[in-house]
């Protein structure tokens, strides 16, 4: 994963890509959190998705597609916007991180599952915060804006029912998805 934030980094500046401290800065720090709050290993699947994920962020935002961004196509249809898949691809993944970080320690299956995607859903309020924020800063961020802001939390929504769903069909004797 680093070297991938190493060639996003240069990319970015490379093409004079003005959110490319911001992308990579996320990345970083997110990661970093991620690895000092764990107390196992996380499983293969998860370290491989998340791993998409970043580099699906940092495809989104500092690759350009015309005028804009990655972020900013669909296949003429919104909804199939890539900042609206990744955000719900996103958010998904951080229900099974926050299941597979808080379940030994919850009593109770339904609770940890409630609680990873009350999680999930905090964190992608926290994340509209950071490009509210970016708008602010910056009109080159390609973020903002009601509608934007609006089917990004459908968006995450719609990740995280998915993600507390599949989590939910797993056997009910198991507590985790590391089990």
């Known amino acids: 994963m680093a070297s991938s934030l190493v060639g996003f980094a ?7 890509e003005p959110s490319t401290i911001g992308y990579v800065s996320v990345v970083g ?3 970093a959190c991620l690895a000092v709050v764990r107390r196992q ?3 293969d699947w998860l370290v ?21 961004v990655l ?10 916007q890539y900042d609206h898949i ?3 691809s996103a958010s998904a993944f951080g229900v099974a991180v926050l299941w597979t970080l808080a379940s030994p320690n919850i009593h109770g299956r339904s609770l940890a599952l409630a609680m990873s995607a009350l999680g999930a859903l905090g964190f992608g309020a926290l994340n509209e915060f950071v490009e509210f924020v970016a708008t602010l800063a910056h009109s080159g961020s390609h973020v903002g804006g009601y509608m934007n802001t609006g089917w990004d939390f459908v968006a995450n929504t719609f990740g995280v029912l998915v993600g507390a769903s599949l989590l939910s069909l797993r056997s009910p004797g198991k507590q985790g998805p590391t089990d």
């Open 71 to 80: 972020y900013n196509t669909d296949p003429g249809w919104q909804v199939l």
């Open 86 to 88: 990744f955000h719900a």
């Open 29 to 31: 720090v997110l990661g």
């Open 41 to 43: 290993v996380l499983p």
């Open 48 to 68: 491989k998705g998340l791993v998409v994920i970043a580099i699906g962020h940092l495809c989104g935002g500092l690759i350009r597609v015309g005028e804009s």
């Open 10 to 16: 240069v990319y970015g500046f490379a093409n004079n």
